[in-house]
């Protein structure tokens, strides 16, 4: 009976071990997995880039499943903040903050009247806006916003320093794309809480885009940016009043060349998924 147990208690032993990603050897005379020594050859230059967490992401949501924020809409950001205010907006606060009439008027039975004609509409859309968790928009930073013309972005408060490009393992170190945030307060919170300092990587195997840039850098180590940013809102955020806090899940990015006055062509275009692989 004694064996029997034993033999059970192996074999779970064995299971769990496997579950948990390592290969169990229960032949005879076979070292355990505490005491085997570590495989010949592992590297150990460079230092290793970490990879991101599966589970902060949301990397299997279809990019058309985002819907779309008019960055030209002066109001967009006050319904997004405002759907997820807590506590709720009154009527007269939104009539105040979500339509262009209601801000001036002081008249209290005239606020009373355009309550009664506007909030029907108003808390549609407030209706509308909080139904939606996944949302893009198309933002800059604000040496891109003085400078392009035609379709408008909503201002992206990212710096985009860079360190020069690693030959070894084909890329540039920048700061994390979460560290920034979007809107005029801002109202968009990625750093909430406020994350500390990291260092991403950026991978760039195109030689030619990876020129382009390295050759901005020796001007510059801060490159101006837009992006196409996509974001899932969690709830308001603590530390400014009627916006939210938002994951950033993947970001279209354009680096822009610091030395043209009008339109600054891209100098490379990039595909990244946040979080980002982190340098250690």
């Given at each position: 009976?004694?064996?029997?147990?034993?033999?059970?208690?192996?074999?779970?032993?064995?299971?769990?071990?496997?579950?948990?990603?390592?290969?169990?050897?229960?032949?005879?005379?076979?070292?355990?997995?505490?005491?085997?020594?570590?495989?010949?050859?592992?590297?150990?230059?460079?230092?290793?880039?970490?990879?991101?967490?599966?589970?902060?992401?949301?990397?299997?949501?279809?990019?058309?499943?985002?819907?779309?924020?008019?960055?030209?809409?002066?109001?967009?950001?006050?319904?997004?903040?405002?759907?997820?205010?807590?506590?709720?907006?009154?009527?007269?606060?939104?009539?105040?903050?979500?339509?262009?009439?209601?801000?001036?008027?002081?008249?209290?039975?005239?606020?009373?009247?355009?309550?009664?004609?506007?909030?029907?509409?108003?808390?549609?859309?407030?209706?509308?806006?909080?139904?939606?968790?996944?949302?893009?928009?198309?933002?800059?930073?604000?040496?891109?916003?003085?400078?392009?013309?035609?379709?408008?972005?909503?201002?992206?408060?990212?710096?985009?320093?860079?360190?020069?490009?690693?030959?070894?393992?084909?890329?540039?170190?920048?700061?994390?794309?979460?560290?920034?945030?979007?809107?005029?307060?801002?109202?968009?919170?990625?750093?909430?809480?406020?994350?500390?300092?990291?260092?991403?990587?950026?991978?760039?195997?195109?030689?030619?885009?990876?020129?382009?840039?390295?050759?901005?850098?020796s001007r510059t180590p801060m490159l101006p940016v837009s992006a196409t940013l996509y974001f899932t809102v969690v709830g308001p955020a603590r530390r400014v009043p009627h916006s939210v806090s938002a994951e950033l899940n993947r970001v279209h990015l354009k680096i822009h060349d610091?030395?043209?006055?009008?339109?600054?062509?891209?100098?490379?275009?990039?595909?990244?998924?946040?979080?980002?692989?982190?340098?250690?």
């Amino acid at each position: 009976m004694e064996a029997v147990v034993k033999s059970f208690l192996a074999g779970m032993l064995a299971i769990t071990l496997a579950g948990c990603g390592r290969e169990v050897d229960n032949s005879p005379g076979a070292p355990s997995a505490s005491t085997r020594p570590a495989s010949a050859g592992a590297p150990t230059s460079p230092p290793p880039i970490a990879t991101p967490e599966a589970e902060t992401t949301e990397r299997s949501t279809p990019v058309d499943r985002y819907v779309e924020l008019d960055p030209a809409d002066p109001l967009v950001f006050a319904y997004l903040g405002a759907a997820y205010a807590s506590p709720p907006l009154t009527d007269d606060q939104k009539l105040s903050l979500l339509t262009k009439d209601g801000a001036p008027e002081t008249d209290v039975f005239k606020r009373k009247d355009l309550q009664a004609q506007q909030m029907p509409a108003v808390n549609a859309r407030l209706a509308m806006v909080k139904a939606e968790t996944h949302y893009r928009i198309e933002a800059a930073d604000l040496v891109v916003l003085e400078r392009l013309r035609g379709q408008p972005h909503a201002r992206w408060s990212y710096t985009a320093s860079l360190g020069h490009y690693d030959t070894e393992r084909h890329g540039f170190p920048i700061a994390c794309l979460d560290e920034g945030n979007i809107g005029p307060n801002p109202v968009v919170s990625f750093d909430e809480p406020a994350k500390p300092t990291r260092q991403c990587f950026l991978p760039v195997t195109d030689e030619a885009v990876a020129r382009r840039v390295e050759g901005a850098l020796s001007r510059t180590p801060m490159l101006p940016v837009s992006a196409t940013l996509y974001f899932t809102v969690v709830g308001p955020a603590r530390r400014v009043p009627h916006s939210v806090s938002a994951e950033l899940n993947r970001v279209h990015l354009k680096i822009h060349d610091p030395g043209t006055l009008v339109d600054p062509p891209a100098l490379g275009e990039f595909d990244i998924d946040v979080p980002q692989p982190l340098i250690r």
